[in-house]
């Protein structure tokens, strides 16, 4: 369904690919450091774009625009990014498995109690979004409170920690099971 | 000017009066956008505007960033929008030994765009302090930066010194991984 008229005046939007690991263009990935997962990608998406982009050719045309010193300069810079970006991955992983999400049960008053989800913002959740889905699946006012040590949690009116320990499975998948731990407290009068 | 990643702050959509001067105002900076500006910004949408850190407003339509602007400095389009049209913006090109330093966030230096491999406009179509130029790279199709020149191609060819843009939005940068909803 283009549009004949304004491609007559001007040739119309250029579609341009954007790498699905680094999200730049793919001629740019050997800049990113995660260079070797985005040509994969791009073999698997792309390739005739692949072909085009790492063909023995282009990959030598690269080389010979650079000063040997500069090449290696160069290169030991691409050396270091690539473990840069390993590890601060491999770090994210390891703080990911260990974020342990706490469903707290406070006692607001006798009988009626508040619901507390702390550690969700850990796995990447937007908590203000969370506390939007969760607000409109119990029909309850749900919230992102500050905590007094300086972090955010939500807070779910009425006790719903058992639905919500299904509930945040069944959604997130991605936290695993063991890191879900549910908890009693009871709300000290001050 | 975007070296750090941010989060986006409040909100809120824009006047239809104001859209209306910003429309203008790109189509003033960026004449040569004049035939696509039907699709980039339709007459009918509600643009909003997204404030960021350090007093930049960014202009999105629905859910896309368009432009940027630093208080009343002149607009810059985002990158993606420099991909679609980059016929319409005046280019440069820097070479190949510069593009990792100007995707890691270096300021631009002028050597990069006069050796070998770089590419200057002609003295009758000089850029001048100010200007937004897109900064294209040797061997590569696709534009890695845009921002205000800090000193004329004239003045660069003559000294090969010294910052040529150190405000500007490249490849990989905050503005760039910025994520709106």
């Given at each position: 369904m283009a549009d004949t008229a304004t491609e007559l005046v001007a040739p119309a939007a250029r579609q341009v690919v954007y790498c699905g690991v680094c999200s730049l263009p793919p001629e740019y990935c050997e800049f990113g450091g995660t260079a070797k997962k985005c040509e994969e990608w791009l073999q698997k998406n792309h390739p005739d774009m692949h072909q085009r982009l790492y063909s023995a050719e282009t990959l030598s045309a690269n080389m010979s625009a650079l000063s040997v010193d500069a090449q290696k300069r160069a290169e030991k810079d691409a050396a270091k990014k690539t473990a840069k970006a390993a590890a601060a991955e491999q770090r994210e992983a390891e703080r990911k498995a260990e974020a342990i999400v706490l469903i707290k049960r406070v006692e607001r008053n006798k009988r009626k109690y508040v619901t507390v989800v702390s550690g969700l913002e850990e796995h990447g959740l937007d908590l203000k979004k969370v506390a939007k889905e969760l607000g409109k699946k119990f029909a309850t006012g749900s919230s992102v409170t500050k905590t007094p040590a300086g972090g955010e949690e939500i807070t779910v009116q009425g006790d719903v920690s058992d639905d919500l320990y299904d509930w945040l499975q069944e959604k997130y998948p991605?936290?695993?099971?063991?890191n879900l731990d549910m908890k009693d407290e009871v709300k000290k009068k001050g | 000017m975007f070296k750090k990643d941010f989060t986006a702050g409040a909100k809120s959509k824009v006047k239809s009066s104001v859209q209306r001067g910003i429309r203008a105002k790109v189509l003033e900076t960026y004449p040569d956008l004049e035939p696509h500006i039907e699709e980039i910004l339709p007459k009918k949408s509600q643009l909003d505007l997204v404030k960021l850190p350090d007093r930049v407003s960014l202009y999105v339509l629905d859910d896309q960033p368009l432009f940027y602007q630093h208080m009343d400095d002149p607009i810059v389009p985002h990158l993606k929008i420099v991909h679609q049209y980059p016929h319409a913006f005046k280019t440069l090109r820097i070479d190949r030994g510069a593009i990792r330093f100007v995707l890691s966030g270096a300021a631009l230096m002028a050597p990069g765009l006069t050796s070998a491999g770089g590419r200057l406009p002609d003295k009758d179509e000089e850029a001048k302090p100010g200007d937004i130029v897109a900064i294209a790279a040797e061997g590569k199709e696709e534009v890695c930066m845009i921002g205000p020149l800090e000193m004329g191609t004239e003045e660069m060819k003559e000294?090969?010194?010294?910052?040529?843009?150190?405000a500007g939005h490249y490849l990989g940068d905050g503005l760039w991984k910025l994520e709106l909803n």
């Open positions: 991605e936290i695993p099971e063991d | 000294k090969k010194k010294g910052v040529a843009i150190s």
